[in-house]
């Protein structure tokens, strides 16, 4: 199973990219897909993620606002919609697909998660 991520590239400041993710392979059988992203020098962290059977979203409180995560669960496909991008929002995002119960929550723990893209590089400049 393979997690192909794109959508990235270099905007200005305000600008907007949809970011999207598809599971190839065998057929993927998910509880909840997440986006993360890591900036140079930083540790990597949860940027947004959906619990399929709950229907519950999260985001970190820095995106609340701007970006927006939807998806299709028979797809295995994640979109990440992102607007009014800032150039703190400059990072490699990657997908991921969570494959094991945890709860009916979005999972925000990157170890929770077993499938990984390969990253897709957002760039905005001021």
């Known amino acids: 199973v393979q997690l192909q991520a794109s959508g990235g590239g270099s905007v200005q400041s305000g600008g907007s990219l949809r970011l999207s993710c598809t599971a190839s392979g065998r057929t993927l059988s998910t509880y909840g897909m997440g986006w993360f992203r890591q900036a140079p020098g930083k540790g990597r962290e949860c940027v947004s993620a959906?619990?399929?059977?709950?229907?519950?979203?999260y985001y970190t409180d820095s995106v609340k606002g701007r970006f927006t995560i939807s998806g299709d669960n028979a797809e295995n496909t994640v979109y990440l919609q992102m607007h009014s991008l800032k150039p703190e929002d400059t990072a490699a995002y990657y997908c991921?697909?969570?494959?094991?119960?945890?709860?009916?929550?979005?999972?925000?723990?990157?170890?929770?998660?077993?499938?990984w893209g390969q990253g897709t590089l957002v760039t905005v400049s001021s």
């Open positions: 959906i619990n399929w059977s709950s229907g519950d979203t």
């Open positions: 991921a697909a969570q494959t094991s119960y945890v709860a009916d929550v979005a999972e925000t723990i990157d170890y929770e998660y077993d499938y």
